[in-house]
T-cell receptor, first 111, second 111 residues
Framework: RKEVEQDPGPFNVPEGATVAFNCTYSNSASQSFFWYRQDCRKEPKLLMSVYSSGNEDGRFTAQLNRASQYISLLIRDSKLSDSATYLC????????????FGRGTSLIVHP | ETGVTQTPRHLVMGMTNKKSLKCEQH?????MYWYKQSAKKPLELMFV???????ENNSVPSRFSPECPNSSHLFLHLHTLQPEDSALYLC??????????FGQGTRLTVV
């Protein structure tokens, strides 16, 4: 089983739609959780951290369920500019903290 | 704009060449990472350095040789690479379990 699993998509949605991405992780000792965004041929950039209590930033909401080892990202009112690959990241400790990336979920928002 | 700087941005090298990739972080972080991203594949962790000590080598071939002279600088020395090593090489840094910040990457082509 991969450490971090995501549905690669693509998710093809119209502007204004609500879209949800899911991610599962295998290491129960994982300590930090993030969503990153990666545009084509660019480096990944932090979108938001994920906490058990939930985290909301404008149109984006992230949730963590430690019992199920499951992370989600909800995007409301999708914009064309939201088109990108969304990466689920789980940081485990192995002497040092090691960010492990899922393969990413591709989102295409169309007019 | 970015606290992590990578040079060069693009590199074309022959299979018999020796070259080095450089990464510098200006964020005071204690951990630095090398990742490889091949086309349409997820990010693969290569090496982890914590307080300039290597703490993880993810079964990377010996033709890739990392060097971390201090907490702010990380190198990846390349020699006798193969065409399948062509990829985007990303450097990142973090402070403990906090989010990782990426450089813009070096796009490497091996001919």
């Amino acid at each position: 089983r991969k450490e971090v699993e995501q549905d690669p998509g693509p998710f093809n949605v119209p502007e204004g739609a609500t879209v949800a991405f899911n991610c599962t992780y295998s290491n129960s000792a994982s300590q930090s959780f993030f969503w990153y965004r990666q545009d084509c041929r660019k480096e990944p950039k932090l979108l938001m951290s994920v906490y058990s209590s939930g985290n909301e930033d404008g149109r984006f909401t992230a949730q963590l369920n430690r019992a199920s080892q499951y992370i989600s990202l909800l995007i409301r009112d999708s914009k064309l500019s939201d088109s990108a690959t969304y990466l689920c990241v789980v940081s485990r400790s192995g002497g040092s903290y090691i960010p492990t990336f899922g393969r990413g979920t591709s989102l295409i928002v169309h007019p | 704009e970015t606290g992590v700087t990578q040079t060069p941005r693009h590199l074309v090298m022959g299979m018999t060449n020796k070259k080095s990739l450089k990464c510098e972080q200006h964020l005071g972080h204690n951990a630095m990472y090398w990742y490889k991203q091949s086309a349409k594949k997820p990010l693969e962790l290569m090496f982890v350095y914590n307080f300039k000590e290597q703490t993880e080598n993810n079964s990377v071939p010996s033709r890739f040789s990392p060097e971390c002279p201090n907490s702010s600088h990380l190198f990846l020395h390349l020699h006798t690479l193969q065409p399948e090593d062509s990829a985007l090489y990303l450097c990142a840094s973090s402070q403990d379990a906090s989010e990782a910040f990426f450089g813009q990457g070096t796009r490497l082509t091996v001919v």
